[in-house]
């Protein structure tokens, strides 16, 4: 399993990847600290963010801009 970095970069540091491409709206955004992926919470339509944890396996996530606190999606807590 990869290692989360909390220097990663956004790929798409402007919304969710996933609804700026669907041209849908997002409640809250999610950052993996993989790979960069942002992706929308699962209170949005779309729930990308944990849409990519179930297709990559990366298990870590930050909220998005703020990185005020990391998610474990393996052992759903907060880190």
Do not use: I
Not at 4 to 18: H, I, L
Not at 34 to 62: I, L, R, Y
């Amino acid at each position: 399993m990869k290692q989360a970095n909390a220097s990663v970069k956004p790929k798409t540091p402007k919304g969710c990847e996933e609804c700026l491409e669907e041209g849908t709206r997002w409640v809250q955004l999610r950052m993996c600290l993989v790979c960069g992926h942002v992706g929308c919470c699962d209170s949005s339509v779309g729930k990308h963010a944990t849409k990519h944890f179930h297709d990559t396996g990366h298990p870590v996530m930050t909220s998005f801009p703020s990185k005020a606190w990391n998610w474990c999606y393996v052992h759903e807590d907060y880190m």
